[in-house]
């Protein structure tokens, strides 16, 4: 079974920032599109960031130019580097992995933006 495990959340001021890592096992990682979502209290999941295996990426407007994805094929690692945090971007993190129609996710980390 695909596992994923996300690492690196907590806490940070504004305008602070944040790296998040997802570990992928059980997957042929290259060929997969991976990703970050996002979720909020009392709000929808939302995409936050995707990479494809070509790493090819692809930003919510709402944190392009101030989060990067990035992907490592070699040691089966998607990453989140998140600058310039704001207390909008609190939320549960869950990483994602995509191929052929099926859908993996991570079990989530919070991060948590406040003064």
């Known amino acids: 079974q695909v596992q994923l495990v996300e690492s690196g959340g907590g806490e940070v001021q504004p305008g602070g920032s944040v790296r998040l890592s997802c570990a992928a096992s059980?997957?042929?990682?290259?060929?997969?599109?991976m990703g970050w979502y996002r979720q909020a209290p009392g709000k929808e999941r939302e995409r936050v960031a995707i990479?494809?295996?070509?790493?090819?990426?692809q930003y919510a407007d709402s944190v392009a130019g101030r989060f990067t994805i990035s992907r490592d094929n070699a040691k089966n690692t998607v990453d989140l580097q998140m600058n310039t945090l704001k207390p909008e971007d609190t939320a549960v993190y869950y990483c994602?992995?995509?191929?052929?129609?099926?859908?993996?996710w991570g079990q989530g980390i919070q991060v948590t933006v406040s003064p």
């Open positions: 990479i494809l295996g070509d790493s090819k990426t």
């Open positions: 994602y992995a995509s191929v052929a129609g099926f859908e993996y």
């Open positions: 059980r997957i042929a990682f290259s060929i997969y599109r």
